[in-house]
């Protein structure tokens, strides 16, 4: 298995653009996580996915937000419209019910806004 | 709400010191505990994971322990290599499914 797939890798746009972040999670694992992080906060959670029905989007930042898992396979977390604040790597994460196996983690997308 | 916490924030060691990292954590409802390695400017790699009914883990240099009574796991790293400088990410997951992370250790191993 090639791992959990993101991209892009590296994601630079204007204030006010939409931004689509794209992943693809392991085959067979049923639980999909995105997380955002940055030096000031660390790692945080933004929603959690469990066989394609959102779980928990309470550390959603806001409206801006929002995320879909039309899939199995697949998962994209979408800003309209982006923020300067906003500018974070944001990684995306699968694992098996219960996390029985940990986590898998994506390398990231990095994102800036101009 | 759950808290974890790492400590030290950072740590510069001579090569081939072992060296032990430390990760608190505030939920006695642990389901298990993954040991993650960040480089810079890359995503996480899953070192170890220890279900709660573990109380270690080891891969090579590496030994992780759980004690759920005191809420704290430990990383021992042994023979430490200049290799081994990254970031070292603990992080607990409660019968919820979610990861909460600690702030890292940023580990430098000087040749």
């Known amino acids: 298995d090639a791992g959990v797939i993101q991209s892009p890798r590296h994601e630079v746009t204007e204030m006010g653009q939409e931004v689509t972040l794209r992943c693809k999670p392991i085959?067979?694992?049923?639980?999909l996580f995105w997380y955002r992080q940055t030096m000031m906060r660390g790692l945080e959670l933004l929603i959690y996915f469990n066989n394609n029905v959102p779980i928990d989007d309470s550390g959603m930042p806001e409206d801006r937000f929002s995320a879909k898992m039309p899939n199995a396979s697949f998962s994209t977390l979408k800003i309209q419209p982006s923020e300067p604040r906003d500018s974070a790597v944001y990684f995306c994460a699968s694992s098996l019910e219960q996390a029985l196996g940990g986590y898998t983690f994506g390398s990231g997308t990095r994102l800036t806004v101009v | 709400k759950q808290e974890v916490t790492q400590i030290p924030a950072a740590l510069s060691v001579p090569e081939g010191e072992n060296l032990v990292l430390n990760c608190s954590f505030t939920?006695?409802?642990?389901?298990?505990l993954q040991w993650f390695r960040q480089d810079p400017g890359k995503g996480l790699t899953s070192l170890l994971l220890?279900?709660?009914?573990?109380r270690e883990q080891t891969s090579g240099r590496l030994n992780a322990s759980l004690d759920k009574s005191s809420g704290r796991s430990t990383l021992y790293i042994a023979a430490s290599q200049p290799g081994d400088s990254a970031t070292y990410l603990c992080?607990?997951?409660?019968?919820?499914?979610?990861?909460?992370f600690g702030g890292g250790t940023r580990l430098m191993v000087k040749p």
């Open positions: 939920d006695s409802a642990i389901y298990n």
């Open positions: 220890i279900q709660s009914s573990q």
């Open positions: 992080a607990e997951n409660n019968a919820g499914n979610m990861l909460t």
């Open positions: 085959s067979g694992h049923n639980s």
